[in-house]
Structure formats: C-alpha cells, structure tokens
C-alpha cells in the first residue's frame, strides 16, 4: 500500500502521480491520506504524518510531497523503519514521525537526468515509492545518516498553529491542562476563552477551546471559521495558560 501526502489539492498531479505508481506497479493499492496541506507548509505536513501514520498497517509506504525546495540542491530521500517506508524530500517534514520509530536504513534517491524542476511528486517521489513496494528499495540509491530537522516548536505553554483545518479550526501542538478556562494570545489578540468537550456545547459567536482528534488545544467557532476571525498563519506562535 502506498499513502499519498501532498499539498497539490484537487489537481491532475495527485493523478498523474498515481498513473506513475501504476505503470511500476499496476497491484499497487493507492490511498490519499490528504492533498490539501496549505501551500508549501512543511510543518503541516510534519503533523498530519506524525499524527496518522500509526493508524496503518505495518509495510505501508509513505509517500510525501510538500516541496517548497524542488528543483534546488535539497536531496530526496528513502526511509525504512522497524515498521514502515517513507519517501520525502529532506526538508524536515519526516524529522517528527521517524523520532518516534526505530530507523533502519535511509537512502538518497537520485534525481533523474530530464526530471521536472517543479514536479519531483511525479519524476522523482512516485516511482521511488512503486519500486519500494516492488521490493526494491535496496536499488533506490546510496545510503546515508544523515536527514534534516525540523521541530515543532513548543516551550511551555507556548506552542504554535500547526494547522488551519477546512473548518477554520485553529489547530494547535498544546495540551490541555483539565481546566475551564483558558487565556489565550494568538497574534494581536488576547482573550479568555472557556473550553467546551463538544462543538455542540459551545455558545454562538463565540471563540472557544476544545480538544482535537489528536489530543491537543484548537481554537473554533461553532457553525463558524475561528480563522476568519484570528487570520493567524501556520507557523505563528500560540500562548496557551
């Protein structure tokens, strides 16, 4: 199995990825965990993988494009752990999810000669991944130690919006403390939000707190875009106390 993570949206080049994969490997089976990352957000990227990848079964391949370097010196890479494959480019989107797990081996995929200077997804990542699940990741290129870090970043109580969901939800890389209200400072603004278990319990027109699928803080508005409000970006920084 191979899963999809991508920032390319409802576009012919999640498509074409997978008519890639299929000339390689027509047995593949193909599942798109998500394709609407914000544009060259590798932080996003970062947490939706290091959040759901444990939902799947061992084996599976993780194939990963949120790019913002292609066409640059940044190098592409092949993870094996203890249980899963990942092809990514090095640049700290699979830093969080393999500290969880025990690398085995990591290999530099080459980038072909004639290959797309905007479209590695196509030329470089979906084949490296076809070929893993044929069994031949072994032939995918030279090894190496070494891989780029990115940490998401949290110092106490201050975290930072890790994804703006479809909703409008405001996701964010802190827990909850079990308390009923918080003080919140997001960008210029600063309130007392209160927090509610249930969308549904919230009161109308107004920002609230609840925890999310992942276990952390995200700042909503029932029937509403939190995000409309706040206009905070992926990456921006969030006190939560």
């Not at 949120?66 to 990514?88: C, H, K, N």
Request: with cysteine.
């Amino acid at each position: 199995m191979i899963v999809l993570l991508t920032d390319f949206g409802q576009s012919e080049y999640v498509g074409v990825m997978k008519a890639v994969i299929y000339r390689i490997d027509s047995e593949a089976k193909v599942v798109d965990l998500c394709h609407d990352i914000s544009p060259q957000s590798v932080i996003e990227a970062s947490w939706v993988l290091k959040n759901n990848y444990k939902y799947f079964p061992e084996g599976v391949v993780f194939c990963c494009v949120v790019d913002p370097g292609v066409g640059t010196e940044r190098r592409a890479l092949a993870v094996r752990t203890a249980d899963y494959y990942f092809t990514a480019p090095d640049n700290g989107l699979l830093w969080e999810t393999l500290r969880e797990q025990k690398v085995v081996e990591t290999r530099v995929i080459p980038i072909p000669e004639g290959a797309s200077h905007t479209f590695h997804g196509r030329d470089v990542f979906a084949g490296a991944a076809a070929n893993i699940t044929s069994g031949r990741f072994d032939t995918l290129g030279p090894k190496t130690e070494s891989i780029e870090r990115l940490e998401l970043y949290r110092d106490g109580r201050v975290g930072i919006a890790i994804r703006i969901d479809r909703f409008g939800n405001i996701v964010t890389n802190l827990p909850g403390e079990g308390k009923a209200t918080y003080w919140v400072k997001a960008g210029e603004h600063h309130w007392k939000a209160k927090y509610y278990k249930t969308y549904h319990a919230a009161p109308d027109n107004e920002l609230f707190l609840i925890e999310g699928s992942c276990g952390t803080l995200e700042i909503s508005l029932k029937n509403g875009n939190a995000n409309d409000r706040l206009k905070l970006l992926t990456g921006e920084r969030i006190e939560i106390s």
